[in-house]
């Protein structure tokens, strides 16, 4: 089973002249407990806001250097991640 990790937003960075959204790991758990990574891609494409709680899978890409590099994929809500939508009030986000 993939496992999800639970974490909160850092903010906003600049990687390479382009904004990015940096997430940390808060699980005393997880061998990634405390490391930051850049958000690859959030789910349904919602936006990310300082400070929010959310969960994602950690994945990796080949760097330039054939290095292998971490991101934060699939970025949910946490506790929505096997919802279809985000829902508040009763209304789609």
């Known amino acids: 089973m ?8 850092l903010g906003r960075n600049t990687l390479r002249e382009r904004p ?3 997430v940390r790991v ?3 758990q997880s061998e990634y407990d405390g ?8 789910q349904g494409g ?8 959310v969960n994602f899978l950690i994945g990796s890409l080949d760097g330039e250097r054939g290095q292998k590099i971490l991101r934060a994929v699939d970025v949910c809500l946490e506790g929505t991640e096997t919802q279809t939508g985000i ?4 209304g789609r986000l």
Request: glycine fraction near 8%.
């Open 2 to 9: 993939v496992k999800r990790h639970v974490g909160f937003v």
């Open 20 to 22: 990015v959204w940096k």
């Open 26 to 28: 808060k699980d005393h």
């Open 35 to 42: 490391q930051k990574f850049t958000v690859a891609s959030t």
């Open 46 to 53: 919602f936006e990310l806001a300082q400070g929010l709680n």
């Open 87 to 90: 829902t508040r009030s009763g």
